[in-house]
């Protein structure tokens, strides 16, 4: 059944427990196929309410900074594993101390951390940390440079001019994260140019971390491919593999609820104003940039119909929209309905210009809505001093 818009607040995060559990069957049904362990990236789902759902069917998760690696010990009860750019000096006992795994970023890193990690592994036998090393295989199909860890001067992984031909000891694994909402035949060219420059050190390894940007519950989505690459790494080099996607885990799980706040003339443009903000609350809208879909209207300007260009409530000028068409003139009051709103979403969001952050809810198997959290101005001012 449809959520019923009537019952939630606005503006507001809704996520759909029951899709959310479609997307987490598909993705259990994976990893199971394939052999492979499937892992939960907070970069693109922190909504720990719904971590005990998400607990059901995965057993790990994977964080980029100790406060999420803290999420993730409090929400799931796991050590989490753990990449960073670079890891910062006072907070690397904790990060041990809360992570299984842990990904250096160069060797750089790894070299000023190596004998922490040493010490901590042989004081603590039974907590033992598995290292890796970030590589880049210098081959990506992301468009969009802001979301391309290849382009040429990137920080992220370490070319294969930069290892020896041995993997350093404490170095187990091996961790490349070069897609982005891409299908498996993306994978499987990537795979190509990874075992082309790495695959002497992939013999080497325990596991291959093969990060995020599988969009595998995307309608379409090549599944049975992204199975047969995963298994038949595994065998022909003997490790385990890691994949921790971002965005299929709460692919079309949910929206954010608006309210139409004003409507007005500027030069010949209808603009219609929300209580919502794409700067502040949907800022992938602008960083990538891409148009959201909106429940019940056209996605392009129609001839004949209703059309607005939709801006949000900040100061920013640039805090706008394209233009939609709708059957009916928009008023005072109407509910805007924004798609896919979850992933790389609330992980987003700020207060500029004191705009109050969206509440989060969750509509339930039962049809029921559940408030999780709103905001105010402790949320604001707590961001300051």
């Known amino acids: 059944m449809p959520i019923d818009y009537t019952k939630v607040p606005s503006p507001c995060y809704v996520l759909d427990e029951q899709l959310l559990r479609n997307n987490l069957e598909l993705i259990d049904s994976v990893q199971k196929a394939a052999g492979c362990k499937i892992i939960l ?7 720990f309410s719904a971590f005990p759902i998400v607990k059901e069917y995965l057993s790990g ?19 989490s594993h753990t990449y960073a750019p670079a890891y910062l000096d006072h907070e690397f006992e904790e990060v041990m101390e809360r992570s299984s795994h842990i990904t250096f970023n160069s060797m750089g890193q790894w070299e000023r951390f190596r004998e922490r990690v040493e010490a901590f592994n042989q004081q603590n036998p039974d907590r033992r940390i598995s290292c ?4 880049n295989p210098q081959y990506s199909e992301v468009a969009t440079d802001m979301y391309n860890p290849c382009v040429p001067g990137s920080r992220l992984g370490v070319t294969r001019n930069q290892l ?11 961790h490349f994260h070069t897609l982005c909402e891409n299908d498996s035949t993306t994978l499987e060219r990537t795979l190509e140019a990874l075992e082309a420059r790495f695959g002497d050190l992939l013999h080497q390894a325990k596991w291959l971390n093969m990060g995020g940007g599988h969009l595998m519950t995307r309608e379409g989505y090549n599944i049975e491919l992204l199975i ?26 949910g929206v954010l609820v ?3 706040l004003d409507v007005l003339d500027s030069q010949g443009v209808q603009v219609a104003i929300l209580d919502t903000s794409f700067a502040a609350h949907m800022p992938d809208t602008l960083e990538m940039p891409y148009k959201p879909y909106i429940q019940g209207a056209y996605h392009e300007p129609q001839e004949g119909k209703p059309t607005y260009r939709l801006g949000g409530m900040t100061c920013l000028a640039g805090d ?10 928009l008023q005072i009051g109407d509910l805007i309905v924004f798609e896919d709103m979850i992933h790389y979403t609330m992980v987003k969001t700020t207060t500029f210009n004191g705009v109050n952050l969206p509440s989060i809810g969750i509509w339930k198997k039962d049809q029921s809505f559940q408030l999780v959290r709103s905001y105010g101005y402790e949320s604001f001012k707590d961001r300051l001093s």
């Open 320 to 329: 706008f929209m394209g233009d939609y068409s709708f059957d009916q003139p």
């Open 41 to 47: 990236a907070l970069k693109g789902f922190s909504m």
């Open 61 to 79: 998760a994977t964080a980029s900074s100790l406060n999420e690696i803290k999420l993730i010990n409090d929400y799931f009860g796991y050590r």
């Open 132 to 135: 890796g090393i970030r590589v």
């Open 228 to 253: 047969e690459l995963v298994k038949r790494i595994r065998g022909k080099y003997d490790l385990d593999v890691i994949l921790e996607p971002g965005s299929a885990i709460a692919w079309r799980t």
């Open 164 to 174: 020896p031909d041995q993997l350093p000891e404490g170095i187990e694994g091996i």
């Open 258 to 260: 608006s309210n139409v």
